[in-house]
């Protein structure tokens, strides 16, 4: 029903900067609210940001508050995920996901295939 597109990563030195972009395409709704989550090798998926339908809320992990800001583009069902001051840390493989209602919780109905961000020291 719905697919996400997900660009954007690649390898960034800390403190460096990357934006990731999500689209969602198919049989859609305008009123998608789209999220951010990452998994580390050996880790569980963990939330990082997620924006309402209209981008009116948005919601941050702590680790990524102040760092990371998602936003709706210009494309309908399109965000972004503007990640600076990039940490080894944040090495992951990120993934967006689509739903009806935003959360800070892996309660989406969508998610894209991931893309990898590696954060080199």
């Known amino acids: 029903q719905v697919q996400l597109v997900e660009s954007g990563g690649g390898f960034v030195q800390a403190g460096g900067s990357l934006r990731l972009s999500c689209a969602a395409s198919g049989r859609t709704f305008s009123s998608l609210a789209m999220g951010w989550f990452r998994q580390a090798p050996g880790k569980e998926r963990e939330f990082v940001a997620a924006?309402?339908?209209?981008?009116?809320?948005?919601y941050y992990a702590d680790s990524v508050k102040g760092r990371f800001t998602t936003s709706r583009g210009n494309v309908k069902n399109t965000v972004y995920l503007q990640m600076n001051s990039l940490k080894p840390e944040d090495t992951a493989v990120y993934y967006c996901?689509?739903?009806?209602?935003?959360?800070?919780?892996?309660?989406?109905?969508?998610w894209g295939q991931g893309t990898q961000v590696t954060v080199s020291s």
């Open positions: 996901a689509a739903g009806p209602l935003v959360v800070a919780t892996p309660n989406y109905d969508y």
């Open positions: 924006i309402s339908g209209t981008g009116s809320i948005t």
